[in-house]
């Protein structure tokens, strides 16, 4: 089995046009060469709610739902930044 991209390839949260032609053509070889679904993980740098769109539209997150992302998994925030953004968001535990 061999993996796909090495390295950072989204440092500052702004894909480009050409990273997600380049992610597409990787992830569509998961589709197309197993019989049965596998579980597919995504690991980035940012969260995707701080990851803009390409210039013509296209969004991380598309992409991963046309080839059922089961998870992404990120750790950006920093502490002063997560205590604001608690703020916003509903704790369950």
């Not at 032609?21 to 701080?50: C, I, R, Y």
């Amino acid at each position: 089995m061999t993996i796909g991209l090495r390295g950072p390839t989204n440092l500052f949260g702004h894909p480009t046009d050409e990273l997600i032609s380049e992610l597409d053509v990787e992830l569509s070889q998961w589709d197309m060469q197993l019989s049965e679904p596998v579980t597919k993980v995504a690991f980035g740098h940012f969260p995707l709610s701080f990851t803009a769109a390409t210039e013509t539209g296209k969004r991380l997150e598309d992409l991963f739902a046309k080839h059922s992302i089961s998870t992404y998994l990120c750790g950006h925030l920093h502490t002063k930044f997560g205590r604001n953004l608690q703020r916003h968001h509903i704790q369950f535990w």
